[in-house]
């Protein structure tokens, strides 16, 4: 992995820390006045949000433009309540593991926001996912994607350059997470583990020399010696990893790859009969034919 010239930090909905960011940040906040401050002071350096707090207190259309808020969805009865106020808001719903998960993320699609169910992909949630896979790839009536298998599909298809952990936001080398006394970690848990890399203060010098940003590298280094079985994977190109490193497992991963990659084909195959018959329509009204 390249490191990039402009990442993107993960950072509370806090005036002074964003001040300190000379690049982009995606804030975190469960407070929509909290919100409503740091886009009049900094929306310049705003390209996301995530949101967990009520539908009701979030900013208008007009507050947020064009800026795409991940909603955290804690409250469906809060969520139907206030479905007017997202209207013309650029929302994907984040959906966390939990009691029916896919009954909430089924009914939310219907709604025509997107959803997201990149944390609820565990091998403990095997059935609910796969349930999810279906419905997302078989519905008639889907109204809006299921990431992150929309744009698995997508990458697939257009064989674009995308990973599980660029889709998470877990590599220091484009995204980093900063709490609110200014520490800077490689992700969210790992802020929550203490595992910093220094504080934002510091810049890539410091934290491109600490201990879990060298342990990253090295993990990515060496996983041909870690595991050959990521080696041997038709689907590295898209997990490069992440599978292993977020849990050791990948049964499911796999799973969901495969029947993502058949659908693939399924759209391929279509594709080329539609250009085969349109060649022979082609063909047929020329002159003499």
């Not at 990039?4 to 906040?29: D, H, M, Y």
């Not at 309540?81 to 998960?101: Q, S």
């Not at 490689?186 to 010098?205: N, R, T, V």
Request: hydrophobic share 40%; with cysteine.
């Amino acid at each position: 992995m390249q490191p990039s010239i402009e990442r993107i930090f993960l950072v509370p909905a806090n005036t002074v820390l964003l001040g300190k960011i000379t690049t982009r940040a995606i804030v975190r906040t469960d407070s929509g006045e909290e919100l409503l401050k740091v886009l009049a002071d900094h929306r310049e350096k705003i390209v996301g949000v995530s949101y967990g707090g009520g539908v009701e207190d979030l900013p208008r259309r007009d507050d947020l433009k064009e800026i795409t808020v991940g909603l955290v969805i804690k409250d469906k009865n809060n969520l139907i309540k206030n479905l007017h106020k997202l209207k013309g808001v650029h929302v994907l719903a984040k959906i966390l593991p939990g009691e029916d998960f896919a009954g909430l993320a089924k009914f939310i699609s219907t709604t025509e926001i997107p959803i997201d169910i990149l944390d609820c992909i565990k091998d403990e949630y095997g059935q609910e996912v796969g349930e999810l896979l279906e419905y997302y790839l078989h519905y008639t009536s889907l109204k809006a994607p299921f990431e992150p298998f929309h744009t698995i599909l997508g990458t697939m298809l257009h064989s674009t350059k995308m990973t599980l952990f660029d889709m998470a936001m877990l590599n220091p080398d484009q995204f980093l997470a900063v709490d609110d006394e200014g520490n800077v970690a490689i992700s969210l848990d790992a802020l929550e583990k203490g595992e910093f890399l220094g504080a934002l203060d510091d810049g890539p010098e410091v934290w491109e020399k600490s201990e879990p940003f060298l342990k990253w590298k090295e993990f990515a280094a060496n996983l041909p010696q870690l595991s050959d079985e990521c080696m041997e994977c038709p689907f590295f190109f898209l997990c490069r990893g992440y599978s292993y490193y977020d849990s050791g497992k990948c049964n499911l991963w796999k799973k969901v790859f495969s029947v993502i990659h058949e659908a693939k084909s399924e759209i391929d195959q279509l594709n080329t009969e539609i250009e085969k018959q349109k060649k022979e329509k082609e063909e047929s009204g020329k002159p003499g034919k």
